[in-house]
C-alpha cells in the first residue's frame, strides 16, 4: 500500500502570514493523522518562512504515524534531525532563496557528500531518502551513496499530465523500475494532486510514499481537510 504523508508547511504559511498561532500547525497535523493519512511531512527551511526549527521540535511527540523531515542537510538541518530522530529524513537540494523545490540531486557529482550524510542519518537509526530527477542515472546513484530510498521530484509529471500523460509518466516509470530493480524504496512528491495521483500510482503501484502539501491544503479550503484526505487515499488504492 502506498502511504499518504502530507506537508503541512502551507498550514505553517498562512499561520505566519498574521502571528499567532492561527491555525495551530500541532493540531492540523494531530488531525490529519485522525483522518486517516499515514504520515506528516515538514521542510524547515533557514529563513522559516513557514515551519519552524521549534515547530519540528514539538510535533516529534505528537506524530502517532510516520514523521518525514525533508530539507537541504546544511549544518543547522543536520543537527536538528539528529536531535529530533524523524522516521525519515529526505534530502533536498534547494537553496535558501528557493520559493519551492525545483530539482534533484545529481548523485554523481556529489557521491561524497551524499555519501557521508546518509551515513551520518542512518547510523542514528533514521531512513534516508534522496530526491532526484527521473533520471535512471541519478537513481544508480542514490543506491551508491548509500540511500535507503529515493523521492522522485514529479513536478515535470505534473507540468506535461493535461497535455499527454501517457508521455510524461514514461520517465518516472523508467526511474521506477531501476529503484525497483536495485532495492531502493520508492517515495514521490510535488505537485502531485487530486488530478494527476491515480494514474501515477496506477502505472508505479510499488510506490512506498507519496509526500503531498500544496494541492492537499489548496483542497482543503473548498472540501475540507478529513474530506481531502479521504479523497487522497482513495486516489491511492
Request: proline share 5%; aromatic share 8%.
Amino acid at each position: 500500500m502506498t502511504k499518504l504523508s502530507v506537508n503541512i508547511n502551507k498550514v505553517a504559511t498562512l499561520r505566519n502570514a498574521r502571528g499567532g498561532n492561527n491555525p495551530d500547525v500541532l493540531k492540523v497535523a494531530r488531525d490529519v493523522e485522525a483522518f486517516g493519512a499515514q504520515g506528516v511531512t515538514v521542510h524547515p527551511r533557514p529563513d522559516e518562512r513557514h515551519i519552524r526549527y521549534q515547530d519540528v521540535r514539538d510535533l516529534r511527540p505528537l506524530i502517532q504515524t510516520e514523521f518525514n523531515i525533508e530539507g537541504n542537510p546544511i549544518d543547522s538541518f543536520t543537527q536538528l534531525v539528529l536531535e529530533v530522530k524523524p522516521n525519515q529524513v529526505t534530502l533536498v537540494p534547494d537553496g535558501h532563496d528557493q520559493i519551492t523545490s525545483n530539482h534533484g540531486w545529481d548523485t554523481l557529482e556529489h557521491k561524497a557528500f551524499l555519501t557521508d550524510i546518509c551515513k551520518t542519518f542512518k547510523d542514528a537509526g533514521i531512513r534516508t531518502s534522496i530526491f532526484v530527477d527521473a533520471d535512471p542515472h541519478m537513481v544508480e546513484g542514490a543506491k551508491a551513496c548509500g540511500a535507503d530510498r529515493i523521492e522522485l521530484y514529479t513536478e515535470p509529471y505534473a507540468a506535461g499530465y493535461a497535455q499527454n500523460r501517457e508521455q510524461a509518466i514514461a520517465p518516472f516509470v523508467a526511474a521506477a523500475k531501476v529503484a525497483k530493480e536495485v532495492g531502493l524504496g520508492l517515495n514521490a512528491g510535488h505537485d502531485l494532486s487530486l488530478e494527476n495521483l491515480a494514474y501515477y500510482h496506477e502505472l508505479i503501484p510499488w510506490t512506498d510514499e507519496v509526500s503531498i502539501g500544496h494541492a492537499l491544503i489548496c483542497d482543503a479550503l473548498y472540501m475540507g481537510l478529513q474530506e481531502t484526505i479521504k479523497q487522497y487515499l482513495e486516489a491511492l488504492k
